[in-house]
């Protein structure tokens, strides 16, 4: 059996704006999602899935899937990366430190 590494091991990532305006569209966009989930792929943000996948032969099998289950509307985008370079990815969470604004003169009329 081939040895695991980080560049071996894939990550697919989905990306997805769909529109969701008639009652038709959010089912399209809840059954879509549901499919994703139910394939194992995990909220990354709002509309970014991930999945990890244990060769690109696996990782194959599920982009296939995501296609298969493709609405008739919107955007989707797939993107495959290895897990080196998952490693590498940067996240901040919380709120972002904001430089304070400067205190304005308050006139007075009389």
């Not at 990306?15 to 792929?41: C, H, M, N, S, W």
Request: proline fraction near 5%; charged fraction near 30%; include cysteine.
């Amino acid at each position: 059996m081939e040895r695991l590494s980080e560049y071996r091991i894939m990550w697919v990532l989905v990306f997805f704006d769909l529109p969701t305006e008639t009652k038709k569209e959010r089912k399209a966009y809840t059954d879509f999602r549901k499919k994703l989930v139910k394939d194992g792929f995990s909220m990354f943000q709002f509309s970014i899935y991930l999945r990890h996948c244990s060769s690109s032969e696996n990782m194959e099998v599920h982009i296939k899937r995501v296609k298969r289950a493709l609405p008739e509307k919107g955007s989707v985008g797939i993107l495959t990366i290895t897990d080196k370079q998952f490693g590498s990815m940067e996240l901040f969470y919380g709120p972002k430190e904001q430089p304070k604004a400067p205190v304005s003169q308050q006139l007075e009329l009389f």
